[in-house]
């Protein structure tokens, strides 16, 4: 099983999104996906078409089991809502440290596992993100080809080798350029930034900019219901390639080179 937490403690760089339709890609590959709604504003929730009250909250407040929270969102996935109580989750006091735990034990008690977690984070870096990076043995980090990205990145980095080093272990880190557009000078620039600085981490494929992927969760659908024929649903094939090539043990991981 394959944890991966979708993290950028920036708001509006795609993180929904891309959790959104790389899950739904993913299964489409065949994979055994669940997708989790960390964030209170439920966002994913929503564009997957539930409206479930109750759901990760539960989990992490009450200790209930993640299958319990279960939705299924119709195209062969499984959801776990965010729930109308997690913002107060996030204001949660007591507990201490093992209130950042609750997440990760709850996948560790999982009967059936599957073969890819991804964690739709919130903007913040509060106990739902620690939860989140405790949980997951890889981040994804998406990434918009604006002014203040590099800048949100390399503080990113930072807070995240913080905590790695709290924890005592370390976690893979991808990089994907979310909202690319190749004519702005600004986009490629960042992009060649990022390859300078992050070569490892960054994936080939980059998510194009395009109104089809900010459409689709109105409708709750993903990319792959609203618009299956359209260019973005390819993007997010390929990068559910990507992140399948990256974890094999037998390939080398893939490098901005090949892009
Ligand atoms: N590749 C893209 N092309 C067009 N719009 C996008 C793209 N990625 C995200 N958006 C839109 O940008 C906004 C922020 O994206 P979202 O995924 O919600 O970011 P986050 O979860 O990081 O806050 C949303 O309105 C979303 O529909
Ligand atoms: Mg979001």
């Known amino acids: 099983m394959r944890t991966i937490a979708v993290i950028n403690q920036k708001g509006g760089v795609g993180k929904t999104t891309v959790t959104l339709n790389l899950s739904h890609a993913l299964a489409l590959q065949g994979y055994r996906v669940l997708a989790i709604d ?12 539930l409206e479930d009250p109750a759901g990760l909250d539960r989990v992490l407040q009450d200790g209930a089991r993640l299958q319990d929270a279960f939705s299924e969102a119709g195209n062969g996935l499984q959801i776990v809502a965010a729930g109308d109580q997690l913002q107060e989750v996030e204001n949660l006091n007591e507990g201490g440290a093992e209130r950042g735990w609750r997440l990760k034990k709850a996948l ?10 991804l964690i739709d984070c919130p903007p913040s870096a509060g106990l739902l993100g620690m939860n989140a990076i405790i949980a997951a043995d890889e981040m994804l980090i998406p990434v918009a080809g604006d ?8 503080r990113l980095m930072r807070i995240l080798q913080g905590v790695e080093a709290r924890l005592g272990s370390t976690r893979k880190k ?3 350029l979310s909202r690319f557009v190749e004519q702005r000078r600004h986009a490629r620039e960042v992009r060649e930034r990022i390859r300078e600085h992050f070569a490892e981490a960054l994936l080939p494929t980059t998510i194009r900019e395009t109104v089809v992927l900010a459409e689709s969760p109105s409708f709750g ?3 792959f219901e609203y618009q299956p024929r359209h260019r ?15 974890g094999a043990p037998t390939t080398t991981r893939p490098t901005a080179a090949h892009a």
């Open 38 to 49: 960390a964030d209170p504003q439920g966002h994913l929730s929503m564009a997957f078409g």
């Open 147 to 154: 002014f203040l990205a590099l800048n949100g990145l390399s």
């Open 174 to 176: 991808w990089i994907v």
């Open 108 to 117: 560790d008690a999982l009967e059936q596992p599957f073969d890819f977690v």
């Open 221 to 223: 659908q993903t990319i």
């Open 232 to 246: 973005a649903a390819g993007d997010f094939q390929q990068l559910a390639a990507d992140l399948v090539a990256a």
